[in-house]
């Protein structure tokens, strides 16, 4: 019997798209269905606009520097309207390139909300079935609130892109690297912050040293950082009076919206006005109501797909990338998997995505670039030196302004090879795609000293520490 096409994908973000068209490229037939705006989170609602809020929110501090080098240079106040029109405009022609990467090669695009209602078929919203003789499910993830009264007064990331107006402040729940991205964008944009975080230390499951780098700057900042400090209660600031939350109300807000002013309440017992609470405790897979149980796929508890080495299901047609089966939440490695089903499935060439010593940034002020081991998990596997240099670079030391940078190497004591690097400084992001590659090899620390230094510069500092600052 034969299928109407050789492959339909689920889901048009990063890891969908480049499955689909690559797949397409071999002659294959292929179909992709998304609900949303093509583009899916990284370019709509993540990495893209985010990146791009923060090169708008850096340029107080770049003012404040160039007064320190002697110009002078006011920032002025920033027009939320004027940067938001000019987002939106981009993420427009981003969205047309991705549905012209499709087309191009031939994929046939339905934009709507699709289901598995067998492991061969597909349903469209309209009522359209669709054979395959392979499914790809690529649908991401999407964020959650967490389990307090009046939750949905908060907004989550997807909110932050539509806001019509910056607010005078805003109380950021959550200490992961969404969380603190947005919180150092509000900031530089002249938002008042706050930041909760129920934990010891913002940045859990990075380099200690490094996450604490990256906390004091953020407080150095103006971020009022709370950490083990979490919200309790949630209010509408309109229904509360003199005394903050309403002490006789203890069910939810009915009109609960993520709109306007809140009043919070700590674990402290504190209680607080802001104009807006945003919400960044964490990212569920889109796997609900997609039709997985009719199909016999499997979830594990957190709802994402499990999959094999080569990113199959326990169902031989169906397979899934992404951050729908939450391994490595990142675009690039959503790529990757794209690449390698295609590889994989319609190359003959079976190919299981790289997910060892993967390098990633967080995009803080300043960055954090981090790759392979933190120095913690490295000293419960074997003995290490560390290499670490604090400083502030001669660029922002001249100007007067605090900017404390952070360059270490993680080394295994018998092999000599660098086990991990992680970097707090401007740019951390672009230095540590350069690291990754000499990590990924698996470089010693030898072969970094041989590497002559580039002169003056922040990085230079990764090829000329010769003493441990630590050793284990």
Known sequence: MSCDVDLFVIGGGSGGVRAARTAAATGAR?????DRRMGGTCVIRGCVPKKLMVFASEFREQAALARGYGWTAEPGAF??????????????????????LLTSTGVTIHDMRARLSDPG?????????????HVLIATGGHPVRPDVPNAALGMVSDDIFEMEALPESVLVVGGGYIACEFACILNGMGVEVTQYYRGPQILRGFDDEARSTVARRMQEQGIDLQVNTNVVDLRPADACGAEGLNSTSNGSVESASATGPVVAKSTSGAKQRFDRLLFATGRAPNSRDIGLEEAGVAVNQRGAIEVDAYSRTAIPSIYAIGDVTDRINLTPVAIREGQAFTETVFKGNPTAPD???????VFTQ????????TEEAAREQEEIEVYSATFNPMRTAFGGRPNQVLMKLVVSRSSRKVLGCHIVS?????????VGIAVKAGLTKEDFDRTVAVHPTMSEELVTMQTPTRAT
Request: proline content about 2%.
């Open 426 to 434: 401007d740019g951390a992001g672009e230095l540590i795609q350069m």
């Open 79 to 100: 027009e939320w309207q004027t940067f938001r029109a000019k987002l939106d405009a981009e993420l427009d022609r981003l969205e047309g390139v991705y549905r012209n």
């Open 30 to 34: 292929v179909a992709l269905a998304e």
């Open 121 to 133: 078929t597909v349903e469209l919203e309209d009522g359209t079935r669709v054979t395959a003789k």
């Open 366 to 373: 300043p960055e954090l670039g981090t790759v392979g081991l």
């Open 355 to 361: 997910h060892d010593l993967v390098a990633s940034a």
